[in-house]
């Protein structure tokens, strides 16, 4: 079975400062990776998504992550944060064969201080 | 091209009592995935349709069903309606994009079960 992790529930960043969300899966094989997006009584935006054509992605609003096979990572990075970035943000897993339902982490809530 | 759209947006109901909700996808696209939001459990997969057949279910009880009509709009039933179904109910379609199913999230229906 497949899951994901997602290290820290809240992480707190100043305006301009580096974005940081970090991002673990467990898969016997390499998964397809998201990252979504969610701003307060809103669904879910997908940000960037990995299907192995590039280890680095880059997705929209400035926010690309890395694919590592042997750390099972994928974090999300974005050089500078704005305070518009203020939102939670899900990893989330799907196989490459079979079902295609996602399996999300629990989340990690970005505050962005002025 | 418009988005996932889903009716109604904010629902208030009574234990005991069912409820239906509905999804209407991004045009074109055939698979309909629905998904359940709770502070406790976070985001949980509730089941996919495609050309009108559930294709995946998750662990939910059988008080949840779902179908899809002929247009690929989907809609989700729920019975006997419990304190513990209040969540925020997602929808999302999903079309191949080279190789790789990308779902593309509603607004969701918040349910409120007093």
């Known amino acids: 079975a497949q899951s994901v992790t997602q290290l820290g529930s809240h992480v707190s960043v100043s305006e301009g400062a580096l974005v940081l969300l970090r991002c673990n899966y467990s898969s016997s094989v390499p998964p397809y990776l998201f990252w979504y997006v969610q701003y307060p009584n809103q669904g879910l935006q997908l940000l960037l998504k990995y299907t192995s054509a590039a280890t680095l992605v880059k997705g929209i609003n400035g926010f690309e992550a890395e694919f590592k096979k042997s750390e099972t990572s994928f974090h999300l990075t974005k050089p500078s944060a704005h305070m518009s970035d203020a939102a939670e943000y899900f990893c989330?897993?799907?196989?490459?064969?079979?079902?295609?339902?996602?399996?999300f982490g629990s989340g990690t809530r970005l505050q962005v201080q002025p | 091209k418009a988005g996932v759209t889903q009716t109604p947006r904010y629902l208030i109901k009574t234990r005991g009592q069912q409820v239906t909700l509905s999804c209407s996808p991004i045009?074109?696209?055939?698979?309909v995935s629905w998904y359940q939001q709770t502070p406790g459990q976070g985001l949980q997969f509730l089941f996919e349709?495609?050309?009108?057949?559930?294709?995946n279910k998750g662990n939910f009880p059988g008080r949840f069903s779902g179908r899809q009509f002929s247009n690929s709009r989907s809609e989700m039933n729920v019975s006997t309606l419990e304190l513990g179904d209040s969540a925020l109910y997602l929808c999302?379609?999903?079309?191949?994009?080279?190789?790789?199913?990308?779902?593309?999230f509603g607004p969701g229906t918040r349910l409120t079960v007093l």
């Open positions: 989330a897993v799907s196989p490459r064969a079979g079902r295609r339902a996602l399996t």
């Open positions: 045009s074109g696209h055939r698979s």
């Open positions: 999302a379609s999903s079309i191949q994009e080279r190789g790789t199913d990308t779902q593309y």
């Open positions: 349709y495609f050309s009108e057949t559930q294709r």
